[in-house]
């Protein structure tokens, strides 16, 4: 005998058969939304920006990276995460932080940092001699420790930093002329230690550059635009 198929069943497969087709279109055009974001997400510059140490830093550093943002615009992103006990800064915690943020955020990240923060990043970058890529490496207000700087036992920079650094990846200094908490004369320290570095020498802004970061942002642009011209 012969399948028998009714009005009734015949209505209940066409209601069927539309509701997978309808599923289908759903997941495929999720995977095309994914796609699509994917691929605008990889066309976003990932920016990290590091907080310098002290109570109240974290708060007081988030103008200089909503400065940042700001002035970027939509084609970056800037992540900027509470360092632990900012208050006293533990070179370990901050080390396994950044390093932590880095693996996140992938190769080509910008990396910036400010103050305590900055010194820190470039010691880690130092020491591990970074294997993943970078685009490039952004300090402001950056305190020299060692001869002719601060003095803090088991801090200072190896004598062979320089050969040490990630090559091939641009790396500025930025230091205001009347910025009283650390001396301006640090940046020629670093001058002299780095001689590869960019050097900028701002004639005023205080320590924190009077929450203005301009000048990062154009050395920024001008290394991600060259970085894509390629």
Known sequence: MGNIISEASTEQSKIFH???????????????????????????????????????????????AESLSDALGSAYQVHYPAMPHEDDPDYELWRQKIEQMMEQLGDDVILCGHSVGAYILLKLLVERQATSKLAGIFLIATPFVGPGGWQIMGMALPEDAAVNLPRNVPLFFYHARDDETVP??????????????VTRELEQGGHQLNNDLSAVVADIEHVVSGRRAR
């Not at 289908?24 to 976003?44: A, T």
């Open 18 to 64: 539309e509701s997978i087709r309808a599923a289908i279109i759903v997941v495929v055009k999720q995977h095309l939304d994914d796609q699509d974001y994917n691929l605008r997400m990889s066309m976003i510059q990932q920016v990290l920006f590091l907080q310098g140490g002290g109570a109240g830093a974290f708060h007081e550093d988030r103008k200089l």
């Open 184 to 197: 301006f004369a640090h940046l020629a320290l670093y001058r002299q230690e780095l001689p590869h570095a």
